[in-house]
């Protein structure tokens, strides 16, 4: 069993800045993938970014590259999403999930486990 808490959702202004964080519970956290969603109202639950076991291979959508990036700390269990530019067709709740049974993975399917969620509202 691997529970996932999320924190740093805020509301902010377009432009600015904020990192969420996740926290994993569970020995095993090195050797999963990581990745963070995020679900608009209205809309379907879509892939923010992704990050391997090791750190050393990342993914991004179209919408957030250049401006987002994810990291881990395997030592604290846990895995961030530093967000940058931030702009109001950001605002969502941000997921954070655990793909157990892989390293890497983009596949939304494969990710098991999910925290409860942090919004994040980008105002214009």
Do not use: H
Not at 24 to 36: D, K, N, V
Not at 102 to 122: F, P, R, S
């Amino acid at each position: 069993q691997v529970q996932l808490v999320e924190s740093g959702g805020d509301m902010v202004q377009a432009g600015g800045s904020l990192r969420l964080s996740c926290a994993a519970s569970g020995r095993s956290f090195s050797s999963y993938g990581m990745g963070w969603f995020r679900q608009a109202p209205g809309q379907e639950r879509e892939i923010a970014a992704t990050i391997s076991w090791s750190g050393g291979t990342t993914y991004y959508a179209d919408s957030v590259k250049g401006r987002f990036t994810i990291s881990r700390d395997n030592a604290k269990n846990t895995v961030y999403l530093q967000m940058n530019s931030l702009k109001p067709e950001d605002t969502a709740v941000y997921y954070c999930a655990a793909a157990t049974r892989t390293g890497w993975t983009t596949l939304k399917a494969l990710y098991d486990y999910w925290g409860q969620g942090t919004q994040v509202t980008v105002s214009s």
